[in-house]
C-alpha cells in the first residue's frame, strides 16, 4: 500500500507542478490568476511533502501543517471568486475576508503549537476538519450564488475540489473520533487529487483571468484516448478471463486463453477500422475543441455579402456570397425543379451537356443523401460515396470540384457549384459543418426572394385582372348599345333621325372600342374562352396530342412572317398537355425568333425524345439577348421591350405553362449570335405503354 500512495503522491506533484509552470508562463497576470498559482503550489507543496514523508519514513504532523495551508490557500480562491475581487487591495478592504485570514492563521498557529509543544493531534483534527468543511460550504455558496453562464464555467472546479474536500473531510472526521489516521484512505488521497485537476485545469480555461493559453493537439488527445480505451478494454478483457478461471473447471485456462485471443483480436480489428478512427476523431473535436470557425463571425460576413451586392438577381448575389465564403474567384448555381437541372447563374463556369448529366447523377446522390459532394475527395477515394458514379475527371476539367446542395423546410432548391479552395485540398468535417450552415442561410434567403417575386407577380396579375373587369364592363355597355340598334332597326330603319342616331352611336362605340384596344395593346383577337383557359381558370380534360400536328399550326399561323420556319425530328412524338395553350406557347416564342431575326435570317424548331423526357428547342440567329437581361427581365410579367406593341407577359406565361406541366424552360442567348429556347416536358406515358 504505500507504493501505491508513494506513486499517487508523486503523481499529484508532477502534475500540479506541470499545472503551475503553465499558469506562470501564461499570459494571464490577474489578481485570480495569482490565487490560482497559490492554491496549486500549495497542493504540488502537499504532494510533494506526502512523498517525502512516505519515502523517508519522517513523522506526519509537519505533512498536516501543509495540508492546512493547501486547503486556505484555495478557500482565499473559492472568496475571491464569491465576491468578484479583482485586485489585493479590494481584497483586503472586504471585512469578512480579512476575518476569515485571521481565522485560517489562528487556526494553523495552534495546530502548530499543539504539534510542537504537546505532541498531540486531536486539535490539528478538528482544525483540517472545519477548514475542509468551510471549503465545501464555500463552494457550495459559490454554484448557487451564480447565474447559469457562470455556473457553466465553474463546476468543473466545484466538482474537483468538491471530490478532494470531501474525501479529506471524511479522513478527518475518522481521525477526530479515533485521534489516528486511517492510512488505507490516506495511501489514496493523492489519486483523488490527480483525478480532480483535469477538472480544475478545465475550469482555469472557461473562468476569464484564469487561462493558462494551454494546448494540446487534437491528434495527441486522439491517439491518447484510443490508448484509454484501449487499456480499459484490456483490463475488462483480463478480468473477464480471471472470472472464467475462477468459476474454474477442467477447460478454463484454455477458454480464458481463446477468450483473451479473440477479444484481443476484435480489439485490433476496430483500431485498423478508418471509419471507427475518423468518427472517434469528429467526436473529439467537436466535444473537446473550439470550432475553426466563429460561427457569430462568418453569420454577420454572410449577411454583408448579401446586403453588399446590390444586384437585382438574388441568384448571382447568393453564389457570391458562397464564392466569398469559400474563399474562391467564382461561384455558379444550378436549380433542381422537378428532378430537372436548370442553371440559373454561371459566374464564368461552363456547363455542356455532359457535365450537366453528371450534375443529374449527383442530384439523383443528393436526394437521397443530401451530402455536400467534393470530387477531389471522390476522385482520390470514391468509397466513400457509396451509390455515387460520375466522371470527376470531366468536373474538375470544368472547375467543378464543390457541389453544395441548398434546402429549404427539407425542399431541394439547387446547388452552388465551384472550383475547390486552394489552401484546402479536401474538406474536413469542420469545412462541411460550416458550408451546411452557410448553405441553409442561402436556401432560405432564395426562397425568401423567390416568394417576393411570386407575390410581386401575382400583385401584377390581380392589377391586371381588375383592369380587365373595367374592360368588361365597357365591352358590356358598348354591346348593350349596338343590341338597341338591332332591336329598333326593324321598326325605325325608315326614320332620318334614327339613322342619325345609329351614326352618333356607332361613332361613339368606335371611339369607346379604340380607347380599349390602346389600352389593352392587344395583338390578335381572342375569344374569352380560350382567355380564361389560358388563364388556368377552366379545367379540360387533357388526351395524348401528337407534337407533329401542333407543329404544323404553328407553321400555319407564322407562315406571313419572315424569316420561313424550319422543323425538324417531330414525327410520332406525343404529350399529355392542352393542345391549345402549347400551341400558343409556340406561336408566341416563333413570332418573337422572327421578330429577332434579319428576313434573311433563319428559325429553327427541333425535337428530341430522351428516356421520357421530350426537348423542343426553337433557335434563331437573330439580335439575341443579355445574360442580365435573361436572369432579371425576360421572365418577368409586364415587362416588354416593344414598347406599345406588346404586354410583357407572352414569356411568362410560356414559363407558368411549361413549369404546371412538370417541365423547365430555359434560355440560352449572347447578344448578335442568336438565341436558343429550350422546352423540356414528359412525354406521354399512355403513348409510351401502347409502343
Excluded at 130 to 144: D, H, I, K, S
Excluded at 156 to 174: E, K, M, R, S, T
Excluded at 373 to 394: F, H, T, W
Excluded at 526 to 552: C, M, R, W, Y
Amino acid at each position: 500500500m504505500e507504493i501505491l500512495g508513494l506513486i499517487g503522491y508523486s503523481t499529484a506533484a508532477i502534475a500540479y507542478l506541470i499545472f503551475l509552470l503553465l499558469i506562470f508562463v501564461g499570459k494571464q497576470q490577474g489578481f485570480t490568476n495569482r490565487l490560482m498559482m497559490l492554491a496549486c503550489l500549495g497542493s504540488f507543496a502537499a504532494a510533494l511533502i506526502s512523498t517525502l514523508q512516505m519515502y523517508y519514513s519522517f513523522s506526519l504532523p509537519f505533512t498536516l501543517l501543509i495540508e492546512a495551508i493547501k486547503i486556505c490557500c484555495w478557500s482565499v480562491l473559492l472568496l475571491s471568486l464569491n465576491n468578484g475581487v479583482g485586485s489585493l487591495s479590494e481584497f483586503l478592504s472586504q471585512p469578512q475576508l480579512k476575518k476569515y485570514l485571521i481565522i485560517c492563521g489562528l487556526g494553523i498557529a495552534i495546530a502548530a503549537i499543539e504539534i510542537i509543544q504537546f505532541q498531540q493531534y486531536s486539535w490539528v483534527f478538528i482544525i483540517l476538519l472545519a477548514f475542509n468543511l468551510t471549503a465545501l460550504v464555500l463552494l457550495e455558496q459559490l454554484y448557487r450564488n451564480h447565474k447559469n453562464k457562470f455556473k457553466w464555467a465553474i463546476w468543473p472546479l466545484i466538482a474537483g475540489l468538491g471530490g478532494v474536500f470531501v474525501f479529506d473531510f471524511i479522513i478527518y472526521a475518522q481521525a477526530s473520533l479515533l485521534t489516528r489516521i486511517d492510512f488505507d484512505f490516506w495511501y489514496g488521497r493523492g489519486y483523488i487529487a490527480i483525478f480532480a485537476l483535469p477538472f480544475i485545469v478545465l475550469s482555469s480555461k472557461r473562468i476569464k483571468g484564469l487561462s493558462p493559453d494551454l494546448f494540446i493537439s487534437r491528434d495527441v488527445v486522439f491517439y491518447s484516448s484510443i490508448l484509454v480505451l484501449s487499456g480499459l478494454y484490456l483490463i475488462l478483457l483480463a478480468f473477464s478471463g480471471y472470472v472464467i478461471r475462477y468459476i474454474g473447471g477442467q477447460w478454463s485456462d484454455l477458454l480464458s486463453i481463446i477468450f483473451m485471443a479473440l477479444g484481443s483480436l476484435v480489439l485490433f480489428s476496430l483500431l485498423i477500422t478508418s471509419s471507427l478512427r475518423n468518427k472517434v476523431k469528429v467526436f473529439i473535436s467537436k466535444h473537446f475543441f473550439a470550432n475553426k470557425y466563429d460561427y457569430r463571425l462568418e453569420w454577420l460576413n454572410v449577411i454583408s455579402a448579401i446586403e453588399g451586392q446590390g444586384s437585382v438577381d438574388f441568384y448571382k448575389t447568393a453564389t457570391r456570397a458562397m464564392a466569398a465564403c469559400l474563399q474562391v474567384n467564382y461561384c455558379g448555381f444550378v436549380k433542381s425543379t422537378h428532378r430537372q437541372l436548370e442553371v440559373a447563374y454561371r459566374d464564368g463556369l461552363n456547363f455542356p451537356d455532359p457535365v450537366i448529366e453528371q450534375l443529374q447523377l449527383i442530384d439523383n446522390f443528393c436526394q437521397q443523401q443530401h451530402w455536400i459532394i467534393d470530387v477531389r475527395e471522390y476522385q482520390a477515394k470514391n468509397s466513400i460515396y457509396q451509390g455515387l458514379v460520375i466522371d470527376a475527371p470531366l468536373l474538375i476539367s470544368h472547375f467543378i470540384e464543390i457541389i453544395v446542395p441548398t434546402y429549404n423546410q427539407q425542399q431541394l432548391l439547387g446547388y452552388f457549384v465551384s472550383p475547390g479552395p486552394v489552401e484546402k485540398p479536401i474538406l474536413n468535417w469542420e469545412d462541411r459543418d460550416y458550408l451546411f450552415a452557410v448553405s441553409k442561410q442561402l436556401g432560405s434567403y432564395l426562397s425568401l426572394q423567390q416568394a417576393q417575386l411570386k407575390l410581386a407577380q401575382n400583385q401584377q396579375l390581380s392589377a391586371f385582372h381588375r383592369m380587365s373587369a373595367f374592360v368588361l364592363h365597357d365591352l358590356k355597355n358598348i354591346q348593350a348599345q349596338l343590341a338597341l340598334i338591332n332591336t329598333n332597326a326593324e321598326k325605325h330603319q325608315q326614320n332620318p333621325e334614327f339613322i342619325d342616331d345609329v351614326f352618333t352611336t356607332v361613332a361613339s362605340a368606335g371611339e369607346r372600342l379604340d380607347k380599349v384596344v390602346k389600352q389593352l395593346q392587344v395583338k390578335s383577337g381572342k375569344s374569352l374562352d380560350k382567355t380564361t383557359q389560358a388563364h388556368g381558370l377552366v379545367e379540360l380534360p387533357i388526351d395524348p396530342i401528337n407534337l407533329g400536328d401542333v407543329f404544323k399550326d404553328v407553321l400555319q399561323n407564322c407562315r406571313h412572317r419572315q424569316p420561313v420556319v424550319s422543323v425538324n425530328g417531330a414525327d410520332d412524338l406525343f404529350l399529355e398537355v392542352d393542345k391549345e395553350r402549347l400551341l400558343d406557347v409556340l406561336i408566341h416564342l416563333v413570332q418573337n425568333a422572327q421578330e429577332a431575326c434579319q428576313a434573311d435570317g433563319w428559325v429553327k424548331i427541333n425535337a428530341k425524345q430522351s428516356q421520357q423526357r421530350l426537348i423542343i428547342t426553337i433557335s434563331d440567329n437573330g439580335c439575341g439577348m443579355c445574360e442580365e437581361f435573361i436572369a432579371t427581365k425576360l421572365f418577368k410579367p409586364f415587362n416588354t421591350t416593344k414598347g406599345n406593341a406588346g404586354m410583357g407577359i407572352g414569356v411568362f406565361e410560356a414559363k407558368q405553362f411549361i413549369e404546371d406541366n412538370n417541365g423547365v424552360l430555359s434560355v440560352v442567348s449572347e447578344i448578335d449570335k442568336g438565341c436558343e429556347v429550350t422546352l423540356n416536358l414528359p412525354v406521354s406515358l399512355t403513348k409510351l405503354r401502347t409502343a
